[in-house]
T-cell receptor, first 114, second 114 residues
């Protein structure tokens, strides 16, 4: 059974640009969550999608957005990149996204903003 | 408010030593789940254990054991006879009433030296 796949693994962007990251959950999983990991702030919740609907959102500016497709694949977009957006972005998938389900994480996309 | 504290930033041990990673949590939810994840250099978060708030039984899995004490809001993780392959960053996390929104501690980097 394939795990959670995040693409690309590494990305270098320039300030002001925008970026789209992709997450393919485990087959059959309908919940996808996104997290940002930085040395200073640690792991912080961005948002969660379930059946193409955003169910939950963290405290991030509107430059951070996401969506989920009918096949449960999810994308997150960051517009007008800032140096502080450099981070490891992790996505997690789970069956239905309630607390009884185990969440599986991908290897992440490491974004560097220069 | 939900909060997880891992006071130990980094721990170094010599192979075969036992090591305990501390985790203290805060939550007002009556039901919640606690987790430990391992993050190797490759980046993905590897699930180790999940406990719900009604199950205070300690658990042992091979060289790993977990001590959950609601009275002190702690969920500590012990590795017995540590090995070099245990070197990683370990995260304690809390899942409250809010669907799939994890609250992570800041992580403890474990260095196991041969």
């Amino acid at each position: 059974k394939a795990g959670v796949t995040q693409t690309p693994r590494y990305l270098i962007k320039t300030r002001g640009q925008q970026v789209t990251l992709s997450c393919s959950p485990i087959s059959g999983h309908r919940s996808v969550s996104w997290y940002q990991q930085t040395p200073g702030q640690g792991l912080q919740f961005l948002f969660e999608y379930f059946s193409e609907t955003q169910r939950n959102k963290g405290n991030f500016p509107g430059r951070f957005s996401g969506r989920q497709f009918s096949n449960s694949r999810s994308e997150m977009n960051v517009s007008t990149l800032e140096l502080g957006d450099s981070a490891l972005y992790l996505c997690a998938s789970s069956l239905v996204g309630d607390r009884t389900n185990e969440a599986f994480f991908g290897q992440g996309t490491r974004l560097t903003v220069v | 408010a939900q909060k997880v504290t891992q006071a130990q930033t980094e721990i170094s041990v010599v192979e075969k030593e036992d090591v305990t990673l501390d985790c203290v949590y805060e939550t007002r939810d009556t039901t919640y789940y606690l987790f430990w994840y391992k993050q190797p250099p490759s980046g993905e978060l590897v699930f180790l254990i999940r406990r719900n708030s009604f199950d205070e039984q300690n658990e042992i899995s091979g060289r790993y054991s977990w001590n959950f004490q609601k009275s002190t809001s702690s969920f500590n993780f012990t590795i017995t006879a540590s090995q070099v392959v245990d070197s990683a960053v370990y995260f304690c996390a809390l899942l409250g009433d809010n669907f799939n929104k994890f609250y992570f501690g800041s992580g403890t980097k474990l260095n196991v030296k041969p």
